[in-house]
């Protein structure tokens, strides 16, 4: 979808160009992917590891990234994983409403809302051409204090807790009310300019509410109402990383959000003989006949820090993915 910034009188709602993201490949250790690969408990999972370890927060997202996996452009249902989506797209609306609503010529915080929805209707509602008309609900999702020029929006209280029961607590109730509030088109509308989804290539995509009400399937694969590639995941990751999803401030918050949440990586390095002790995780599961996960992990080893990203998507069960992590581990150990 591309964003017309002419379509609008106040900013637009969605982001107007993707973050770009640059990988680059360690030829010196993708005999240790492939070894990985060709193990069969693991040569049908979807796999992404970014090695973040020379990675720094700079808004260019300067420094040396390697990235490595296999099936990594599969479009795969990913279940509870792809909450992150609706977390993600929550705080892109954030953004970009704080800086219309203050360029609205209003004194009556309602009236900027009313003015802003009717701007951006036309826009939103068309997000993807085919499906369903929906428009997010201001009302419901912010609250908004000020004076004309200088609003200040943020989450309700209420809102926020269902963000945070969503992703710390995978609490479907919640997940509906957070995405039913947002409207599914805003939410792919959103992810499709941040460069998360294409019709091409695939990758996060969210057309159903976790409480029964299915929206529309991924448009590339038509499978799945809730879907993921490993490569669009480890993007998301990798600009969470780095505070280039939506904003520092934003990426920050998301972050801290996603350390509320469980991991079977975490699982995974604990068990190792000796334990893996990991000192940061960020993370989010999935967990719907197959199993699914994404985190950005940092810890120490013989004096070595290391920080990384890992996606591994359609395991039949969660050991498969604590077995893995191990040997991701060892990866991004040997790169460094």
């Known amino acids: 979808m591309d964003v017309d910034p ?14 770009p993201v640059f990988w680059m490949v360690n030829p010196y250790t993708e005999k240790l992917i492939e070894t990985m690969r060709k193990k069969p408990r693991f040569a049908n999972l979807a796999v992404a590891v970014i090695d973040l370890t020379g990675r720094t927060r700079r808004p260019d997202g300067a420094g040396w990234i390697t990235f490595a996996g ?17 977390m993600f797209a929550a705080f892109r609306l954030r953004n970009n409403l704080r800086i219309a609503a203050n360029e609205v010529s209003s004194g009556d915080g309602k009236e900027v809302f009313k003015t802003v929805a009717a701007d951006w209707k036309g826009v939103v509602e068309t997000a993807i051409p ?4 929906d428009f997010p609900a201001f009302d419901q999702i912010f609250t908004i204090t000020g004076s004309t020029g200088s ?24 997940a509906s009310v957070c995405i039913d509030r947002i409207g599914f088109q805003y939410l792919n509308g959103a992810l499709d300019t941040d460069g998360l989804y294409s019709t091409q290539f695939g990758g996060l995509w969210l057309g159903g509410n976790y409480a029964g009400r299915n929206w529309m399937r991924e448009p590339q694969t038509h ?7 490993a490569k669009a995941t480890a993007a998301f990751l990798t600009l969470l990383e780095d505070s280039r999803l939506v904003s520092p401030a934003a990426s920050d918050e998301m972050r801290g959000l996603m350390r509320l949440a469980g991991s079977w990586f975490q699982e995974g390095l604990a068990q190792a003989k000796p334990p893996r002790q990991i000192t940061d995780i960020y993370a989010k599961v999935g967990l719907m006949g197959t199993h699914h996960d994404c985190a950005v992990i940092e810890r120490s080893q013989g004096g070595k820090r290391i920080r990384y990203a890992a996606v591994v998507l359609g395991a039949p069960n969660a ?14 150990l040997a790169s460094n």
Request: proline share 4%; hydrophobic share 40%.
């Open 70 to 86: 296999w099936n990594m452009y599969d479009q795969r249902f990913a279940a509870s994983l792809v909450k992150i989506a609706a």
């Open 151 to 174: 609003w200040t929006i943020d989450f309700r209280p209420d809102y926020r807790r269902h963000l945070e029961e969503m992703i710390g607590h995978s609490n479907n109730h919640s």
């Open 6 to 19: 002419l379509a609008t009188r106040f900013n637009p709602p969605f982001a107007l160009q993707a973050a």
């Open 130 to 133: 085919s499906g369903r008309k």
């Open 319 to 332: 050991q498969v993915i604590r077995d893995l992590a191990v040997q991701l581990d060892d990866y991004v």
């Open 223 to 229: 499978r799945t109402h809730m879907g993921a590639t």
